[in-house]
């Protein structure tokens, strides 16, 4: 037996074509009625007592969510909560509008939610029904708990009605499952998600979806001259710190990686030497969340069996104090050869990921994206509702705005480059980890981390600002959000960023 098991509970999502009369909500215990802002007439003739819901409407002020919760006078009592939206509302307004209906919904005890979205353009009823689905899904998950009365389930089955076609959910679905997973794994107690619990997970999940598995441990990354990622893991009290690579290969494809993801892992960040205050250490052990999302996406494309190599590597350690940790001034010399004068200990992330990037880049990747909670610069510059991103692509900037309004996570690009490297000139060493004065350290970091991306690989590099957002963010109800996942599905899907590099 595992020391961690995910909640295997599937949620059943199944759907049914042809008008939604009163025989269709006989199962329903809470129906989301979504309509557009000016609902037809005629609209409320195919629906099972509209001309009640219909003076239920009028009596709303207009733009609240939901617009009304009523019951309905059949056998379940069903209760209808209802919202408006336009039917070009942009896909974050979508999945935030989503989330409110279904949190409004689920207030009372588990059943069967309906799903009913009417009055709109096939399209139209086909992208809210998958924000519908992505928000219930995503909520009737349980982020792990470990209380002797578990908390009920909020969602037993969900229903869509009143469809004109059949719907394509898998995309939605395989994404749920990938940010459940990240949200799951970060919510995890710091002293259950160890590092080594964290690596046996994960072999046991590879196992489970067949996937390649291989553990770098501390002697080996010794081997590999991995400094940098060394330097913070020797500051742990015992020696379970790992870089994990993970491999999905679909039957078609070759064995070099089309995609890489690499994810930070620091499953507890104490600060190390240089210690953070009570405050800010609280939630540390979310700060392998990168890592988190990069099994998570490549989850996703697994469960979507995308015909596509993709490789995700893992650095996962704690950064503690003690008499070993690593301190200021050290001079640490990195996987690639690059020396590095150390500045400041709580600038961690860097450190793990400038090796992990090396050994990510040298399989030769079309694409390598990290993801990492590495700044809070990024959070003063852009706040928690986006991400920022990074890249040494800088004409992809377009392409990777364009991408986050399309999936609904939304990101937000800043330069980095060689000239931003004045301010990590050292005096001892090749480069400085970080600048002293700390202006702008989400563009130092990003300006440092592509210093250790070999073979000129294209690279994103993605500064997790959004990976906590108090009441949830999108579709998404917790505060812990599993950013990253639909972004690198949509980048993949809808921006192909893989097939037309330039
Ligand atoms: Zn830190």
Same mark, same amino acid.
């Given at each position: 037996?595992?020391?961690?098991?995910?909640?295997?509970?599937?949620?059943?999502? @199944?759907?049914?074509?042809?008008?939604?009369?009163?025989?269709?909500?006989?199962?329903?215990?809470?129906?989301?009625?979504?309509?557009?802002?000016?609902?037809?007439?005629?609209?409320?003739?195919? +629906?099972?007592?509209?001309?009640?819901?219909?003076?239920?409407?009028?009596?709303?002020?207009? %733009?609240?969510?939901?617009?009304?919760?009523?019951?309905?006078?059949?056998?379940?009592?069903?209760?209808?909560?209802?919202?408006? +939206?336009?039917?070009?509302?942009?896909?974050?307004?979508?999945?935030?509008?989503?989330? *409110?209906?279904?949190?409004? #919904? $689920?207030?009372?005890?588990?059943?069967?939610?309906?799903?009913?979205?009417?009055?709109?353009?096939?399209?139209?009823?086909?992208?809210?029904?998958?924000?519908?689905?992505?928000?219930?899904?995503?909520?009737?998950?349980?982020?792990?708990?470990?209380?002797?009365?578990?908390?009920?389930?909020?969602?037993?089955?969900?229903?869509?009605?009143?469809?004109?076609?059949?719907?394509?959910?898998?995309?939605?679905?395989?994404?749920? *499952?990938?940010?459940?997973?990240?949200?799951?794994?970060?919510?995890?107690?710091?002293?259950?998600?160890?590092?080594?619990?964290?690596?046996?997970?994960?072999?046991?999940?590879? @196992?489970?979806?067949?996937?390649?598995? &291989?553990?770098?441990?501390?002697?080996?990354?010794?081997?590999?001259?991995?400094?940098?990622?060394?330097?913070?893991?020797?500051?742990?009290?015992?020696?379970?710190?790992?870089?994990?690579?993970?491999?999905?290969?679909?039957?078609?494809?070759?064995?070099?990686?089309?995609?890489?993801?690499?994810?930070?892992?620091?499953?507890?960040?104490?600060? %190390?030497?240089?210690?953070?205050?009570?405050?800010?250490?609280?939630?540390?052990?979310?700060?392998?969340?990168?890592?988190?999302?990069?099994?998570?996406?490549?989850?996703?494309?697994?469960?979507?069996?995308?015909?596509?190599?993709?490789?995700?590597?893992? #650095?996962?350690?704690?950064?503690?104090?003690?008499?070993?940790?690593?301190?200021?001034?050290?001079?640490?010399?990195?996987?690639?050869?690059?020396?590095?004068?150390?500045?400041? $200990?709580?600038?961690?992330?860097?450190?793990?990921?400038?090796?992990?990037?090396?050994?990510?880049?040298?399989?030769?990747?079309?694409?390598?994206?990290?993801?990492?909670?590495?700044?809070?610069?990024?959070?003063?510059?852009? $706040?928690?509702?986006?991400?920022?991103?990074?890249?040494?692509?800088?004409?992809?900037?377009?392409?990777?705005?364009?991408? %986050?309004?399309?999936? %609904?996570?939304?990101?937000?690009?800043?330069?980095?480059?060689?000239?931003?490297?004045?301010?990590?000139?050292?005096?001892?060493?090749?480069?400085?980890?970080?600048?002293?004065?700390?202006?702008?350290?989400?563009?130092?970091?990003?300006?440092?981390?592509?210093?250790?991306?070999?073979?000129?690989?294209?690279?994103?590099?993605?500064?997790?600002?959004?990976?906590?957002?108090?009441?949830?963010?999108?579709?998404?109800?917790?505060?812990?959000?599993?950013?990253?996942?639909?972004?690198? +599905?949509?980048?993949?899907?809808?921006? &192909?960023?893989?097939?037309?590099?330039?």
């Amino acid at each position: 037996m595992p020391a961690l098991a995910l909640e295997s509970r599937e949620i059943g999502v @199944t759907q049914r074509l042809g008008p939604a009369d009163s025989k269709a909500f006989e199962p329903i215990d809470q129906l989301l009625l979504i309509l557009p802002k000016r609902p037809p007439a005629a609209l409320w003739h195919s +629906i099972p007592q509209g001309n009640k819901l219909r003076a239920l409407l009028k009596k709303r002020p207009a %733009g609240e969510t939901p617009a009304f919760q009523t019951r309905l006078s059949n056998k379940r009592q069903t209760l209808v909560v209802a919202g408006k +939206i336009a039917g070009d509302a942009e896909v974050f307004e979508q999945l935030t509008f989503a989330r *409110k209906l279904v949190a409004a #919904a $689920t207030t009372e005890k588990a059943g069967s939610l309906g799903i009913l979205v009417a009055g709109f353009s096939d399209e139209q009823q086909h992208a809210l029904c998958n924000a519908a689905v992505a928000a219930a899904l995503a909520a009737a998950f349980n982020l792990p708990e470990f209380k002797n009365k578990t908390t009920a389930e909020k969602i037993k089955r969900i229903r869509l009605l009143g469809l004109n076609s059949k719907v394509d959910l898998s995309r939605s679905i395989a994404e749920s *499952k990938g940010n459940n997973l990240a949200r799951w794994l970060t919510a995890l107690p710091p002293n259950k998600l160890d590092a080594k619990n964290y690596a046996d997970f994960l072999k046991d999940l590879a @196992t489970k979806h067949g996937w390649q598995y &291989k553990k770098f441990d501390t002697k080996a990354l010794k081997k590999l001259g991995a400094g940098a990622f060394l330097a913070v893991a020797q500051g742990n009290d015992n020696d379970s710190a790992s870089i994990v690579r993970l491999r999905y290969r679909p039957a078609s494809s070759k064995a070099a990686p089309a995609l890489s993801l690499v994810g930070k892992g620091i499953i507890f960040d104490t600060g %190390g030497t240089n210690l953070k205050p009570f405050a800010s250490m609280l939630d540390m052990h979310g700060d392998m969340q990168g890592s988190a999302v990069a099994v998570g996406t490549l989850l996703a494309i697994s469960e979507l069996k995308l015909p596509l190599a993709v490789d995700a590597w893992l #650095a996962i350690t704690e950064n503690r104090t003690g008499p070993n940790a690593y301190k200021s001034q050290d001079v640490i010399t990195a996987a690639n050869g690059k020396t590095i004068q150390t500045i400041h $200990t709580d600038a961690e992330g860097r450190m793990v990921l400038a090796d992990t990037l090396t050994f990510a880049s040298r399989d030769k990747p079309k694409l390598m994206i990290d993801y990492a909670t590495l700044t809070g610069a990024v959070i003063n510059a852009i $706040t928690t509702r986006y991400s920022g991103v990074f890249t040494n692509r800088s004409d992809w900037h377009p392409r990777l705005k364009r991408t %986050g309004r399309v999936c %609904g996570e939304r990101v937000w690009p800043f330069p980095i480059g060689k000239e931003f490297l004045e301010d990590l000139e050292s005096d001892t060493a090749d480069i400085q980890q970080c600048s002293a004065k700390g202006s702008a350290d989400h563009i130092l970091a990003g300006s440092f981390l592509a210093e250790f991306v070999e073979n000129d690989t294209p690279w994103v590099h993605v500064d997790l600002a959004a990976s906590n957002h108090k009441g949830g963010l999108a579709h998404v109800p917790t505060e812990v959000t599993g950013f990253g996942v639909r972004f690198t +599905i949509s980048l993949i899907l809808d921006e &192909k960023l893989l097939k037309a590099e330039h």
